[in-house]
């Protein structure tokens, strides 16, 4: 697969295959490109409905130059663990921020939580958020009250009696159980409507479907939820013995 930077031919290439509806996948074959190149390149310029290949370009012109600017003369980065590329890790970062901020999430905290979910203890202290991002202080302690608050994250002390904020995998299966709760209100407020508009009318119609499917869906990720929640708890090793210690279909 070639490497190096997308050219301005090959971001052209990318906003006619968004436009048509093409997947990731298929964009990246046409290219030669891996399917993550083309997930971040559209991620983190405008997404799905706002990708434009010049926009994309000047983007990412910018962004070199800024990192040319910010690099300290005769400092090199500090070496990844486990031999990861330090560039391939940061545009991973810039893509996973970019999609906690397309979900809602502000820019900062956004980083914040990118930071340390690739971060492999799964926490940090306010130093050391501070020396990663380059940020101030006051940042990343107005970040992290947000986040604490959404339950995203919460602290601890370590044994040096530090403060070190932590990513809880439980934050997942709270998410889905409160969107499911979200679903059951919607349920709620639709069938509310049919009375509302008259039964057997074409709105009220209508609204008993969307009641219907938002309850199904919403059952269905809660049952999901609680059935699939040890898996955010399980080792890579556990979950690959598990694989292979279990029954295979039944071929009849």
Same mark, same amino acid.
């Given at each position: &697969?070639?490497?190096?930077r997308?050219t301005?031919q090959?971001? #052209?290439?990318?906003?006619l295959?968004?436009? =048509?509806?093409?997947?990731y996948?298929?964009?990246?074959r %046409?290219l =030669?490109r891996p399917?993550s190149?083309?997930?971040?390149?559209?991620?983190?310029?405008?997404g799905p409905?706002?990708y434009?290949?010049?926009l994309? /370009?000047?983007?990412t012109?910018?962004?070199a /130059?800024?990192r040319?600017?910010?690099?300290?003369r005769?400092?090199q980065a500090?070496p990844q663990? /486990? *031999?990861?590329?330090?560039?391939a890790?940061?545009?991973?970062?810039? &893509?996973?921020?970019?999609?906690? &901020? #397309?979900q809602?999430?502000?820019? &900062?905290m956004s %980083?914040?939580?990118?930071?340390?979910?690739?971060?492999?203890?799964?926490?940090?202290?306010?130093?050391?958020?501070?020396q990663? $991002?380059?940020?101030s202080?006051? @940042?990343? @302690?107005?970040?992290?009250?947000? $986040?604490?608050? #959404?339950?995203?994250i919460?602290r601890?002390?370590d044994?040096?009696?530090?403060?070190?904020?932590?990513?809880?995998n =439980?934050?997942w299966?709270q998410?889905?159980?409160a969107?499911?709760r979200?679903?059951?209100?919607l349920a709620e407020?639709?069938r509310?409507?049919? @009375?509302?508009?008259? @039964?057997g009318?074409?709105?009220a119609?209508?609204?008993?479907n969307?009641?219907?499917f938002?309850?199904f869906?919403?059952?269905?990720i809660a049952?999901?939820?609680?059935?699939?929640?040890d898996i955010l708890?399980?080792s890579?090793?556990?979950?690959?013995?598990e694989?292979a210690d279990?029954? *295979?279909?039944d071929r *009849?």
């Amino acid at each position: &697969m070639p490497g190096g930077r997308l050219t301005q031919q090959e971001r #052209q290439q990318i906003a006619l295959g968004v436009a =048509d509806g093409l997947a990731y996948a298929e964009i990246a074959r %046409r290219l =030669d490109r891996p399917t993550s190149t083309i997930t971040r390149e559209v991620m983190r310029n405008g997404g799905p409905t706002a990708y434009r290949a010049d926009l994309a /370009h000047r983007a990412t012109e910018r962004r070199a /130059h800024r990192r040319r600017q910010s690099a300290p003369r005769g400092r090199q980065a500090p070496p990844q663990p /486990h *031999g990861r590329d330090a560039d391939a890790v940061r545009e991973y970062e810039e &893509m996973f921020t970019t999609l906690l &901020m #397309q979900q809602g999430l502000p820019k &900062m905290m956004s %980083r914040v939580l990118t930071c340390l979910y690739t971060t492999d203890a799964g926490s940090c202290t306010a130093s050391e958020l501070v020396q990663r $991002l380059q940020v101030s202080p006051a @940042s990343i @302690s107005k970040a992290i009250t947000f $986040l604490e608050a #959404q339950g995203l994250i919460r602290r601890e002390r370590d044994e040096r009696r530090r403060e070190r904020y932590v990513v809880d995998n =439980d934050v997942w299966y709270q998410g889905m159980i409160a969107a499911a709760r979200s679903n059951a209100q919607l349920a709620e407020a639709a069938r509310q409507g049919v @009375s509302v508009l008259g @039964s057997g009318t074409p709105a009220a119609a209508r609204l008993e479907n969307i009641a219907r499917f938002v309850d199904f869906v919403g059952e269905s990720i809660a049952r999901a939820a609680e059935q699939a929640r040890d898996i955010l708890y399980t080792s890579p090793e556990g979950a690959a013995a598990e694989g292979a210690d279990a029954p *295979g279909p039944d071929r *009849g």
